[in-house]
């Protein structure tokens, strides 16, 4: 055999390999059609420097449309490229303080070679924060909330060389928020970041930038699904319910503990038992077995409008759901005419085709989505202009495509057990509909006019 047979065939392996992967792996897994240029970019600026290091502010951008950090919030971490030190922190602390027992006196803030950062909590005294600092490591979506989509904190690195030409940018960046989903590429020297003063009149910049880049996968971050949808309609009686073990297959029978019954006595000893940490999911005992589920119903049609019921139900008796949102995408949103109770904004992912949607709760109203029990659901009606064109209710038109909350992609039910039409005809059924809409709304009229 030749070099460039074998060559040849080393190379169709390659590929074959990689659409097999491809096949395997889900396109939600590691990228994200919706906002494909999403990311959490972290600037390390260097604004002075000193005997034996530097000053620093380090900022955390979130540009993702609707992906945002929840508490218990972000934790950074990195391993240092030499001997350095961080001899103070402002609007942020190190979680641990390794072994100092080098140094004499003045004692650092933090020796370990691979340190973990958290943001400090809200009240932390002023003396002790800087801009964008201190929200207990929570960060908003850059659409629902763009000022709170920053985060900062000051450092003070030693033993790390004094000029442009000695210093070393971290190596090894990690990001929980607050678990693992978000793998951050190596540092970049990138143009001096600058600032304006605030009266506008003068600009300074940093000695030294670097950015890193931190690109979020679901699959990453949990290997089950969080969420699924549940879909209903007026013209139909059938509830389609999420796909059983949506979000796994888990039962007190295997895995004694990882899940509840919401009539169970044993519910208040289940959540607030000893060693039992907020951040580990105990979510009510379904079929789906997922801690949300959002449920579309088709709820009214009228002659030029139609109406939809959107809820979303919390079944993790864990975890209170602070500033979540929803994604859905569908082709009528091009024409949504009104949102009750929820805030809007259009996503436009595909050039200029508008059909996709961020939700969001009022704020101090509904923006926060309560544990299981009686409070932990909130919902919402939409008002949608039927399109001539294209508007039907056969062969589940009147669905989501695709539903997000809080970023994750939720398990949709199989489009062949869509509430389907009461008639196989489309045109006939559709006509059907409006003759018996017509007929109630003339009864209701010659009702008011009798009395």
């Not at 449309?65 to 942020?92: C, D, F, N």
């Not at 000893?269 to 959002?294: D, E, F, W, Y």
């Amino acid at each position: 055999m030749n070099r460039s047979s074998l060559n040849f065939k080393r190379f169709a392996f390659s590929i074959a390999l990689f659409v097999a992967l491809s096949f395997l792996t889900h396109s939600s897994e590691a990228y994200d059609p919706l906002d494909p240029t999403g990311n959490i970019t972290i600037k390390w600026d260097i604004m002075q420097w000193t005997a034996d290091g530097y000053v620093g502010v380090v900022t955390m951008y979130n540009y993702q449309k609707y992906r945002h950090i929840q508490p218990p919030g972000w934790t950074l971490g990195w391993a240092w490229s030499k001997k350095e030190v961080i001899w103070s922190m402002v609007g942020s602390q190190a979680t641990e303080q390794g072994d100092c027992s080098k140094f004499k006196g003045n004692i650092p803030h933090c020796c370990k070679r691979n340190p973990s950062i958290v943001d400090l909590l809200p009240g932390t005294p002023y003396n002790m924060q800087i801009a964008n600092c201190c929200k207990g490591g929570v960060v908003s979506s850059w659409i629902q909330d763009p000022p709170n989509a920053v985060a900062s904190f000051q450092i003070s690195v030693g033993q790390s060389g004094t000029t442009n030409t000695t210093v070393r940018a971290p190596k090894n960046v990690t990001l929980m928020a607050p678990g693992p989903g978000y793998t951050c590429g190596p540092a970049k020297k990138v143009p001096s970041s600058k600032f304006v003063s605030q009266d506008g009149r003068r600009i300074t910049q940093s000695l030294l930038t670097w950015n890193i880049t931190c690109t979020y996968s679901q699959f990453l971050a949990q290997r089950t699904p969080t969420c699924c949808v549940s879909m209903s309609s007026f013209y139909n009686d059938t509830i389609v319910n999420c796909p059983t073990c949506s979000c796994g297959c888990q039962n007190n029978n295997t895995n004694p503990g990882s899940c509840v019954m919401g009539n169970s006595p044993y519910l208040q000893q289940a959540i607030n038992g000893p060693g039992k940490s907020t951040n580990t999911p105990l979510v009510q005992c379904t079929s789906h077995m997922c801690p949300v589920r959002v449920h579309w119903h088709v709820k009214l049609n009228y002659k030029d409008y139609w109406r939809v019921k959107v809820a979303i139900t919390n079944f993790n008796y864990r975890m209170n759901y602070s500033q979540w949102n929803l994604v859905v995408q569908h082709p009528n949103f091009n024409n949504l005419t009104t949102m009750f109770s929820f805030n809007y904004e259009s996503l436009v992912p595909f050039g200029t085709i508008n059909d996709t949607a961020m939700l969001w709760g009022v704020k101090y109203y509904n923006d926060l989505l309560m544990a299981a029990g009686p409070s932990g659901n909130v919902q919402s009606e939409i008002l949608f202009r039927k399109d001539p064109e294209a508007f039907t209710f056969s062969k589940g038109w009147a669905f989501p495509r695709r539903v997000y909350f809080n970023g994750d992609n939720c398990v949709m039910p199989s489009p062949d057990q869509y509430p389907m039409l009461p008639n196989s005809s489309p045109r006939l059924a559709q006509r059907l509909v409006n003759t018996i809409f017509v007929a109630c709304l003339s009864l209701t009229s010659m009702l008011i006019l009798r009395g």
